[in-house]
């Protein structure tokens, strides 16, 4: 890996402005070799981009390529004031935090036990430098039991970066108490718990800032070997020890110091939480130290490609092969890929068998019949990839001609004509929609806005399990209204983790906790058109398409009901307040807000107006989809999205509406839809509007509990549409929106949707699952049935006060 990316992987995101910028030196080193090649010696413009400029003239370091290095070293002096200044001032808050802390854990000892003064836990020494004012921070961790030592998980320390390896301990550097600290009173448990806290966070900051030391002084010796190595020159030698070695962060002193604070912290932590078990302690705070590290620089995106690779190991774990003889000689093939076999052959033989039987009045029917069944198959059964199955859907459209002309003649389409109809169908306005709102998503993940205003809610739910519960809930269903309820419920599975790390081993909050992420993230993908790819197929299917004004006053309701009842449903079925009395909350995001996160705050806030305002600028923009274009080129033209983040978009699901939308088309054209729609017609004749809801409520929510929301959506919402628009008091907005919504209520199973796949494969630190099918089943069956009451109720009603 290029030293630049382990800055870039290693550094504390925080402060990534203060760490030595490795990559615009590199330039201007690649800028020197070529002007010292040219015989001129021209300040490069990489010099500018490096800020707080006004170091004091050095004298000079080498008597080789003396220009070279006078420019170099100009340049290495301002990112080394830089280094310093903010070195300094994280030491004085840290530093004074630590002894604050020291203070108070002295004043508890005192309050239990009387401890001769000279006992006390005393302070190493270090240098004087100006005392500012510090700033604490929230805590990340979350002891176990009543002042009980926890079990370390840790059975190594490969994983941790070198930097933060602690040094040896010296226990006469530490002046701690040898005496065990009594904790007998329970006055005494809440300060205690606190103090187990703050003790983390400094450790935390200790760490991070003697990695910051670490990493800093690799880079000026990374950056000065390749500098010696361009230009034929020796600076590293001379520079390392003159300069860089000298200054305050770097020196002996310095980090002796250092190092005795961490040591300090360390035993402190022996006391206060593993019964002066020094391993035990020092295990315990390495955890939580990977535990921020994780915490603070992982985005949503990169643990959702984290989540599709190890479903695709798992995908490929097929066995044992078993041998087998034809006349043509032994074959191995596996258990996985005889049942797929035996699936493309079953399917296949479908799909010839219904072209070969009229099973309409026009060939364009029935072909199109057999095109439908075939692609449901493939759909239902995952025999190939869902966008690959989509992708076949035009091609043979195309090939078997299923399409009619528009001009009444009802006229059979030839393949260039069908081609150029198909093609102009699927890529809509719809799919730009679905591509602003990726953009959208991106933004808030990469920008850490999501993350922020999730632990920010989190912060304020208490420690009462049902509150932690239902807020949990709200979170998830909120952040699928925006980053869609594939990644929201990764992100929200990734904020529980100090939760479920520090839960009793038989407290069933754990998978009630789980569970109730995935069935909000399920419901909240009803709460926006973004959220999900059904909704955008419903949109496809509604003429005219609903603004976000309308979605909102139908949808948002809906899903804070939904929320509700099954937040009663997981409270009756696992009771988690008797066996988890409290927990502790997850701390608040402290990062101070930067321009950046107010830019894509706006962008993101400006859209959305736009988008349920859409009719009032239709004359403007035309359609939603060209206003999804303005997040698109306000995030991708300044820089704040590249082109990995754009080929991080979903692909697969929008091709997968793509193909959805072409098989609508086809069905539509060649006649089939109009067939079927009044066959159902006649069956529901002389139903209302609310009845046959109910019915197509329900018959949704069947198929798509056992298929993939998206592709019951597919299948089911372009006959509703059409069933709707034939009925005496016609209402298809209403059937199809209605519809749509239970698509994402469907989740009576693990396959039924990502959220639920994602919550089934959530394991303990012993690679134990916390959810099985049964827990689906008890929980999300009878969720999915209030969900379906809730729609047909109230969603109803609120669609009819629209007016659809």
């Keep these: 890996m290029k030293f630049s990316h382990q800055i870039h992987f290693n550094a504390v995101p925080d402060w990534a402005d203060y760490y030595l910028p490795y990559s615009n030196i590199k330039k201007l080193i690649y800028q020197l070799e070529k002007d010292k090649v040219s015989g001129s010696l021209t300040q490069p413009s990489q010099e500018d981009d490096l800020e707080n400029a006004g170091a004091d003239e050095r004298t000079s370091l080498m008597n080789t390529s003396q220009a070279c290095n006078n420019k170099i070293v100009t340049v290495l002096d301002k990112s080394l004031d830089k280094i310093v200044a903010f070195y300094a001032k994280k030491e004085t808050e840290i530093y004074t935090e630590l002894d604050q802390l020291i203070e108070a854990v002295n004043d508890l000892q005192s309050s239990i036990d009387t401890i001769p003064e000279d006992e006390e836990i005393s302070s190493p020494v270090r240098p004087t430098i100006p005392r500012r004012h510090s700033r604490r921070r929230s805590s990340i961790s979350q002891p176990s039991g009543r002042f009980a030592r926890r079990e370390s998980t840790l059975e190594g320390e490969s994983d941790l970066p070198p930097t933060i390896i602690t040094h040896n301990i010296a226990d006469e550097q530490t002046g701690l108490l040898d005496s065990s600290i009594s904790l007998e009173y329970e006055d005494n448990e809440v300060a205690l718990v606190e103090l187990r806290k703050r003790v983390v966070d400094v450790f935390v900051l200790l760490s991070e800032l003697k990695s910051f030391v670490a990493l800093n002084l690799t880079a000026f010796g990374k950056i000065l070997k390749k500098y010696d190595k361009i230009t034929n020159s020796d600076l590293k030698r001379t520079y390392i020890a003159d300069i860089v070695n000298r200054t305050y962060p770097f020196s002996n002193n310095t980090k002796t110091v250092l190092n005795d604070r961490i040591q300090t912290v360390e035993r402190m932590y022996a006391r206060l939480a593993t019964d002066d078990n020094l391993d035990d302690a020092i295990n315990e705070l390495k955890t939580h130290l990977r535990e921020h590290i994780v915490w603070e620089r992982n985005t949503v995106w990169r643990d959702m490609v984290g989540q599709e690779r190890k479903a695709v190991s798992i995908a490929v774990q097929s066995g044992t092969p078993t041998k087998i003889r034809t006349p043509f000689g032994k074959f191995s093939v596996t258990s996985a890929q005889l049942k797929k076999t035996i699936i493309a052959i079953i399917c296949v033989s479908v799909f010839i068998t219904l072209l070969n039987v009229k099973t309409f009045a026009g060939i364009e029917e029935s072909n199109c019949f057999a095109i439908l069944i075939f692609a449901s198959l493939l759909w239902a059964t995952e025999l190939m990839p869902l966008f690959v199955t989509a992708l076949m859907v035009p091609l043979l459209v195309v090939m078997l001609q299923v399409m009619r002309s528009d001009d009444g003649h009802d006229t059979r389409l030839s393949a260039p004509l069908a081609t150029k109809r198909v093609f102009a169908q ?36 208490g420690t009462r399990p049902s509150r932690v519960l239902l807020m949990n809930m709200f979170v998830a269903t909120i952040a699928s209204m925006w980053i869609s309820n594939v990644a929201a419920p990764v992100l929200c599975f990734s904020l529980i983790q100090p939760i479920l790390r520090t839960l009793p081993v038989n407290s069933t909050f754990a998978p009630c906790l789980i569970l109730g992420i995935a069935l909000a993230s399920n419901i909240g993908g009803m709460a926006s058109p973004i959220s999900s790819p059904q909704n955008i197929i419903a949109i496809q299917n509604m003429s005219p398409p609903p603004t976000w004004g309308e979605w909102f006053f139908i949808a948002i309701p809906i899903c804070l009901i939904a929320d509700i009842l099954t937040w009663l449903v997981l409270l009756w079925t696992y009771k988690p307040e008797q066996t988890t009395a409290q927990i502790h ?48 080129i306000a995030f991708f033209g300044p820089g704040l999205l590249n082109k ?56 949704v929510l069947v198929i798509a509990t056992f298929i993939s929301h998206t592709v019951a959506a597919l299948i089911i919402l372009p006959i509703v549409a059409q069933v709707g628009a034939e009925l005496d008091d016609p209402r298809p907005r209403l059937l199809v929106m209605g519809s749509a919504l239970l698509c994402s209520g469907a989740m009576g199973l693990p396959v039924s949707g990502f959220p639920n796949m994602n919550a089934i494969s959530m394991v303990d630190e012993m690679g134990r699952e916390y959810l099985t099918t049964a827990d689906f089943l008890r929980n999300g069956v009878p969720s999915s049935l209030l969900v379906l009451l809730v729609v047909t109720t109230i969603g109803y009603l609120l669609m009819s006060i629209v007016g659809y």
């Design 644 to 699: 990995d983040d754009f080929n991080n978009f979903l692909w697969n699901v929008i091709m997968l509406a793509m193909g959805g939308i072409a098989m609508g088309k086809a069905v539509e054209s060649s006649g089939l839809l109009h067939t079927v729609a009044i066959y159902i017609q006649q069956v529901v004749h002389g139903m209302s509007a609310f009845e046959i809801l109910f019915i197509f409520g329900c018959l």
């Design 426 to 461: 699927m890529f809509s306005p719809v799919i730009m929609l679905l591509l602003g709102g990726f953009a959208i998503a991106g933004a808030l993940s990469k920008y850490g806005i999501a993350k922020a205003m999730a632990t920010f809610v989190l912060a304020k739910a």
């Design 585 to 632: 909350s997850i701390r608040a995001s402290s990062d101070p807000v930067t321009w950046t996160q107010v830019y894509v705050g706006g962008v993101t806030l400006t859209t959305i107006v736009l988008w349920c305002l859409s009719h009032a600028y239709e004359d403007v923009f035309g359609d939603m989809g060209v206003i999804a274009i303005l997040p698109l």
